[in-house]
C-alpha cells in the first residue's frame, strides 16, 4: 500500500499580492545568511510561520566546526566528514564546506557573535566532538552557541532592512515558464494566521528567486530534539511541486537526549555531544560501558555508531533497564554549571543534579541528513528555487553528518546564494494558476499524533521490514483521511506535511536494503558495495511518491 498526499494544501482564495526580488522561506541560520547577503542590493522578504527569532537554530548547542587550531588542517576536517558520511558525500561539496568554515566563523565574529574565549584571550576556544580528530568546534555560553547565533544574524537582518512577514505559512510554490520554455519557480503562495494559528488570509508573493530555508523534519517523529515547529515544511512543499528529495532515509538520531520517562513525547532536551567531547561516558543501568570495544573512538564515536550502539545495549534490558543508558559527567563537578548552563537547568527541571547525578539519556530524532536536492550554492534543478541549510541535501553530510558541521554549513550556503543573487537575479516570469487548481485537501491536526508515533514506533533508530510495512500501511490509512472540509489552518498545514514527509522517507527506507550511516536495518545490517548511491523520492502526479535510483537486482 502507498499513501497518496495532495498536490497541494487547500486553503482560501487569494485576496493579497506582494512582489519582491528574492523571498527566503525560514528565519534559521541558512535563511538569515543568505537575506544579509542578498539585501544591500535587492529586496527580501522573510517568511517565517512564527516570528523571526523563532528558527531552530537557536537549539543548537554544540557550535559551528572550522579549522582555527593551527594543530589542525582542512585535510583531517575533510577526512573526518567523509568517514563520518559512510561513502555518500560529495566530496567537493566537503572541500568547499571545509575551506569556508573559518571565514564563516570569522563573518559571525564581525557581525558581533561573542563565541567564549580561549583562557588565554588569543581566540574563540575550541573543543572536541563525536567524530572529530581535532578540537574545532567553536561555541557560545557553554551550550548556548545556536542563540548566539541567531541572535546576531537576527539583529544584522533588522539593521540591513530585511522585510519580515510574521506568522506567515508558505503553503505551495507558484510556477511559470522563462523565455527558454523552462519551468521556473515564480514565488509562493501564503497563509496569513493569527497567533493561534488560525488563517486571516492569503495571498501571494511573486518573486525573481524564492530560497527555501525551512529547515528539517524532526517532528515527523514522537521523540525529537526539534522544536514544534520543524515540521518539514519546505521539503514538504518542494515534494508537491514534484522535486527531487535525496538521502531523506538517512535521519541522525542524537544519542544523548534527555529521558525524562516513557511517556515523553515532543521536544524533549538535549544533552549536548560536546558532553561526551568534555570527557563522559556512557553507561547501561547494570553499571557497564556502552561503547568499549564499539568503536576505537568509543564514547567519541560519530553518532550513528553510539546511537546504534544504545539501541543495541537498551534491547538487551541491562540491569532491568530497556528505554535508556546513563551519561556520566559527574568528574566535571560544578564546573558542569558553567560550561552547560542550559543543559543543567534541563537536568535540574528533571530532578538530575548533573555534577552528582548520572543522566538518564536516549536517542531521539536530531537531524535530517537529506533532504532537497540542491548544490552548496543553494540551486536545485528548478530555475529560480534555492534551497539552503538542514532542508537541502548538497552532499556534505552524506549518510551521517559529522557533529557541529550543520550551522556552519548554513551560513556557508546562505551566504553563498545571497552572494550569488545579489549579483545576478533570475528572469522575470509570470506565474501561472495563482490559486490552487490541483488535487488539494488536509489532513486532521488530530491525527497529526498518529503519524508521529507510527514514525518512531517503525521508522527510528532500528528498521525492521515488518515495521516499515506496518508503517506504510498506517501513512496509506491517515492518507485516506485527507480531505477538503478540514478547516485551514496552521495545524492542518502541518499535519499535512508531516504526512508528505513520513510517506517519502518510509518509501526510501524500505528500498534501501542495507545498514549505511543513520540507516540501519536488521534484516541487511551491514553496508552493501551495490548501494554505494544515492536514492531519489519523487511525488507523481497522482500524489504518490516514487523512488529513482535503485540499483539493478535490488
Known amino acids: 500500500m502507498t499513501a497518496v498526499v495532495p498536490l497541494q494544501l487547500a486553503a482560501p482564495a487569494i485576496t493579497w499580492q506582494r512582489d519582491v526580488d528574492v523571498v527566503v522561506l525560514g528565519s534559521g541560520a541558512a535563511g538569515l545568511a543568505a537575506a544579509i547577503a542578498v539585501r544591500p542590493v535587492r529586496s527580501v522578504l522573510i517568511v517565517t510561520k512564527d516570528t523571526l527569532d523563532a528558527g531552530s537554530t537557536a537549539w543548537a548547542q554544540g557550535g559551528l566546526a572550522g579549522v582555527l587550531d593551527p594543530t589542525d588542517s582542512l585535510e583531517n576536517h575533510v577526512r573526518d566528514t567523509l568517514a563520518a558520511g559512510a561513502g555518500l558525500c560529495d566530496e567537493a561539496a566537503v572541500r568547499q564546506l571545509v575551506a569556508e568554515a573559518p571565514k564563516a566563523i570569522r563573518y559571525l565574529m564581525r557581525l558581533g557573535a561573542a563565541f567564549d574565549p580561549e583562557h588565554d584571550g588569543t581566540g574563540p576556544a575550541l573543543t572536541m566532538e563525536g567524530g572529530h580528530s581535532h578540537r574545532r568546534i567553536v561555541h557560545a555560553g557553554g551550550d548556548q552557541s545556536g542563540a548566539e547565533v541567531q541572535r546576531t544574524l537576527d539583529e544584522s537582518a533588522v539593521a540591513t532592512g530585511v522585510d519580515v512577514l510574521d506568522h506567515a505559512f508558505a503553503l505551495d510554490l507558484l510556477m511559470g515558464s522563462n523565455s527558454s520554455g523552462q519551468r521556473q519557480a515564480a514565488g509562493v503562495r501564503i497563509a496569513i494566521t493569527d497567533e493561534t494559528g488560525a488563517v486571516q ?5 511573486t518573486a525573481r528567486a524564492v530560497v527555501i530555508a525551512t529547515g528539517g523534519y524532526g517532528q515527523v517523529f514522537a521523540a525529537t530534539s526539534n522544536p514544534p515547529a520543524v515540521t518539514g515544511d519546505g521539503l514538504a512543499l518542494a515534494l508537491r511541486a514534484g522535486l527531487p528529495a535525496r538521502d531523506i532515509e538517512f535521519v541522525q538520531f542524537h544519542p544523548t537526549v534527555l529521558w525524562v520517562g516513557p511517556d515523553a513525547t515532543g521536544q524533549q532536551a538535549l544533552i549536548s555531544e560536546a558532553v561526551r567531547g568534555e570527557g563522559a561516558t556512557l ?9 568499549v570495544g564499539v568503536h576505537p573512538l568509543e564514547d567519541l564515536a560519530p553518532r550513528d555508531v553510539v546511537a546504534n550502539a544504545i539501541s543495541e545495549r537498551m534491547a538487551t534490558g541491562a540491569g532491568g533497564v530497556d528505554d535508556h543508558v546513563f551519561l556520566d559527567a559527574t568528574h566535571l563537578g560544578v564546573g558542569f554549571y558553567e560550561r552547560f548552563p542550559s543543559i543543567t537547568a534541563s537536568c535540574r527541571a528533571a530532578g538530575i543534579d548533573p555534577a552528582v547525578d548520572r543522566i538518564p539519556v536516549a536517542p531521539a530524532a536530531h537531524y535530517a541528513c537529506g533532504g532537497l536536492r540542491a548544490d552548496l550554492d543553494g540551486c536545485t534543478e528548478l530555475a529560480a528555487l534555492y534551497a539552503v541549510g538542514e532542508v537541502a541535501c548538497t552532499g556534505v553530510h552524506g549518510a551521517n553528518r559529522l557533529a557541529s558541521n550543520s550551522v556552519t554549513e548554513g551560513i556557508v550556503a546562505g551566504t553563498r546564494v545571497g552572494r550569488q543573487l545579489a549579483w545576478e537575479l533570475p528572469e522575470l516570469v509570470d506565474p501561472e494558476h495563482l490559486d490552487a487548481d490541483g488535487a488539494s485537501g488536509l489532513l486532521p491536526p488530530e491525527l497529526r499524533t498518529q503519524t508521529r508515533s507510527t ?3 517503525n521508522v527510528g533508530v532500528m528498521r525492521r521490514p515488518e515495521g516499515l510495512a506496518a508503517a506504510a500501511d498506517a501513512l496509506t490509512l491517515l492518507a485516506a483521511a485527507v480531505t477538503t472540509e478540514v478547516a485551514p489552518h496552521r495545524r492542518a498545514f502541518e499535519a499535512t506535511n508531516l504526512l508528505t514527509v513520513s510517506a517519502a522517507m ?9 545498514s549505511r550511516g543513520c540507516h540501519r536495518r536488521s534484516d541487511f545490517t551491514e553496508p552493501r558495495a551495490i548501494w554505494l548511491t544515492h536514492l531519489t523520492v519523487r511525488t507523481d502526479s497522482a500524489g504518490e511518491p516514487r523512488v529513482i535510483g535503485r540499483p539493478e537486482g535490488t
Open 201 to 205: 488570509s492569503v495571498g501571494v508573493v
Open 283 to 291: 553507561y547501561d543501568a547494570a553499571g557497564e560501558r556502552v561503547m
Open 455 to 457: 514514525m518512531s514506533r
Open 506 to 514: 518510509v518509501a526510501a527506507a524500505t528500498a534501501r536494503t542495507e
